[in-house]
Structure formats: structure tokens, C-alpha cells
């Protein structure tokens, strides 16, 4: 399957600006949403907790994570968002995806609206 990426803006909760925006890659096996740590701290996103993630070659590193609104599709999600290390392509995760109801399409490479959000 090839790369799918999408337009996000990442902010401050509840606020209008300012605000990062970029194409992130959609990474299914990545739970939290990644962009490169000073860009969060540039729109004033605050460090509130660490991590550590599995990395796709096993390895684990920590990163300070925090908390933002997330919006792609004309939709309106909140989550974690990693503080990246400098020049990291941001990468939209998959519990972001999921909590607006969108799913990667294999055969036609791209997202896809469901009908509904599951909620059972």
C-alpha cells in the first residue's frame, strides 16, 4: 500500500489561532498523532505528561506528549500529540482517525468516512 497523507491543523483547544498545519502521513500503526516538538511549542501547546513508544524497529524511545485539538476532513477531534524531534514528518495517528469516524481505504489508497462512528 502506498503513503496516504492529509491536511491537519493542530491547535490549542477552543482557540482560532495560531496554529500548525502541514500534510501528515497516516500512520495506522501509530496510536498518538507526532510533529516536530518546537513547531508544538511555537503554537503554545504545553508538555503534560512522557511516553514510551515502540518504534517500528522494536526500539523504544520516550517523548513528552500534549494535548490538542486535531482537524483534517472537516472534521474536529482532541489527543495526544508527540513532540517530535526536529525535522520528524508529522504523522497523524490512528486514534485520531478513529474518533471521527475515518478509516484507511486499502484498495484505493485514501480515507474513507463511515456511515457512523462506532459506539459498541
Known amino acids: 500500500m502506498g503513503m496516504i497523507h492529509v491536511d491537519v491543523s493542530i491547535k490549542i483547544p477552543g ?4 496554529t500548525f498545519t502541514d500534510a501528515f502521513l497516516v500512520d495506522t500503526g501509530a496510536t498518538d498523532s507526532m510533529v516536530p516538538g518546537s513547531a508544538l511549542a511555537a503554537i503554545g501547546i504545553k508538555r503534560v505528561g512522557r511516553e514510551s ?5 522494536g526500539s523504544r524511545v520516550e517523548y513528552d506528549f500534549g494535548l490538542a485539538q486535531i482537524e483534517f476532513m472537516n472534521e474536529i477531534t482532541a489527543g495526544r500529540v508527540i513532540f517530535g524531534p526536529e525535522g520528524v514528518e508529522p504523522i497523524l495517528g490512528v486514534t485520531a482517525l478513529e474518533s471521527v469516524g475515518v478509516v484507511v481505504d486499502p484498495a484505493n489508497q485514501r480515507l474513507r468516512r463511515l456511515p457512523a462512528i462506532p459506539l459498541k
Open 15 to 18: 482557540v482560532v489561532e495560531p
Open 53 to 57: 513508544y515502540e518504534m517500528a524497529d
